[in-house]
């Protein structure tokens, strides 16, 4: 769990250097149109992966198809090339849609430059995605935390300062980032298995009907988070978007600690539901939940007490996203004291619940954010965030009380 930690820590503080380098040095406009871009290409890699890594961790982790070490793979060979074909597919439909989604949904004809690059590198993008989630699967977490928090930011941030000194386009701060994890996507090809001495007849109609919830689940809860930036894309100025992505960025932090104990805790769920071991769930959840509230709600009042020095470490004119730093830190500490709502349903069979519980979240969010950005800019997009947090992440407690008989929120 530490160097799982510390390695997550380190990926964000290289993350917020890069974010700061750009901010920087092209201005919150253009790092506006980075965070849209790179919004479309997370929302993109997640569609277009069809749920296949999130149903990989499972698979890979559950002990019924995991023996001796040698991986039951035929899941695995079909399940790639699922994601070759989407990736494929995806490149296609982004490349002769950019025009459309630059000019109409977004409005603003520099970001067609934006969404070419992206469409070249899509396809690695979801195969990168891939097979980080079934690293994670084989429970090699030093391997995962390097490949998704460390090694991204060691390609990008040197190409960030070779194109600036050489007086690169603007829009080749996204060909740095999508070229980064392109790379990456060709190094993790080497942890895949390429022998398969051990089969099972798993269909394609298995793995789908393991991995499409699972979809709509990661979807929706995707929707729900970065609903607020594609709304402010179409609503407000690019410099208002790149103000507000810098403060949910700062916001994040109060992430770190679940995210980086999910890595480990999901496929731990998952091995122990396999087993019929709930009481022990409870227990690995319990001391989760305990270890992310003691140091979570520290770094949360760190956040709030000094939000205008660590904005203005991007620029300026970021101060400005102050009072909305305040709000979604909030929002996400509620996220965060929650437990892992999430990874409990989805590793124990109850991935259409949680589906349905993002839908709800998700719709929630729409609405307030149509209503609230109008009347109070990106101010409003923050308040919309945290009401269907707190609204997903509460019915989520209730929900596996009700099923599991115990409560994810650490009991002092």
């Known amino acids: 769990m530490g160097i799982v930690f510390f390695l997550r820590i380190l ?29 479309v290409w997370q929302f993109l890699v997640l569609i277009f992966s069809l749920g296949l890594p999130n149903s990989i961790v499972k698979l890979t982790a559950d002990y019924r ?51 070419k690059i992206i469409s070249y590198f899509i396809g690695f993008g979801i195969l990168y995605f891939f097979l980080l989630e079934f690293i994670r699967g084989k429970k090699k977490f030093t391997s995962f935390s390097i490949f998704q928090n460390v090694l991204p930011y060691t390609i990008l941030i040197p190409l960030l300062f070779f194109f600036k000194k050489y007086n690169f386009l603007e829009s080749n701060i996204i060909f740095a980032y999508a070229f980064s994890l392109s790379i990456l996507a060709l190094i993790l090809l080497i942890y895949y298995p390429r022998k398969n001495k051990l089969k099972t007849n798993y269909s394609y109609k298995s793995i789908f009907s393991l991995s499409l919830p699972l979809l709509f689940s990661a979807a929706f809860i995707f ?34 600690v679940i995210n980086s104990i999910n890595v480990i805790l999901a496929p731990k769920i ?6 019929g071991k709930i009481d022990e769930i409870n227990t690995e959840v319990q001391k989760a939940t305990k270890l992310v509230s003691l ?34 830190s909030i929002g996400l500490l509620f996220n965060a004291l929650s437990g892992s709502v999430g990874q409990i349903l989805s590793m124990t069979n109850h991935q259409k619940t949680l589906r349905n ?10 609405i307030l954010n149509y209503f609230f950005i109008k009347s ?9 965030s945290m009401i269907s947090n707190i609204f997903l992440n509460t019915i989520c407690v209730i929900y596996i009380k009700r099923e599991f008989k115990f409560y994810t929120f650490f009991r002092f």
């Not at 990926?11 to 871009?37: C, K, T």
């Not at 025009?99 to 520099?110: G, H, I, P, Q, R």
């Not at 998952?270 to 087993?275: Q, V």
């Open 270 to 275: 998952s091995e122990l539901f396999s087993k």
């Open 65 to 115: 198809y995991f023996k001796e070490g040698k991986p039951q793979n035929q899941y695995l060979n079909k399940s790639l090339k699922l994601i070759i074909f989407s990736g494929i597919l995806c490149s296609f439909i982004l490349f002769v849609s950019k025009e459309w989604l630059a000019l109409t949904v977004f409005k603003d004809s520099y970001l067609i430059e934006y969404f």
């Open 223 to 256: 929707i729900s988070n970065w609903t607020d930036i594609f709304m402010l894309g179409n609503m407000v100025s690019k410099k208002d978007v790149g103000i507000y992505n810098a403060s949910y960025k700062l916001a994040s932090i109060a992430l770190v």
């Open 295 to 328: 140091i979570t709600i520290p770094m949360v009042l760190v956040l709030i007490i000094f939000s205008t020095q660590l904005l203005s470490l991007f620029g300026p004119e970021f101060v400005e996203g102050k009072l909305a730093l305040i709000i979604i």
């Open 376 to 384: 109070y800019g990106f101010v409003g997009a923050a308040l919309a």
């Open 357 to 366: 519980f993002t839908i709800y979240s998700a719709v929630l969010n729409i």
């Open 11 to 39: 990926g964000m503080l290289l993350a917020y250097g890069a974010m700061m380098y750009i901010s920087n040095m092209y201005g919150a406009a253009a790092y506006g149109r980075y965070s849209i871009s790179l919004t």
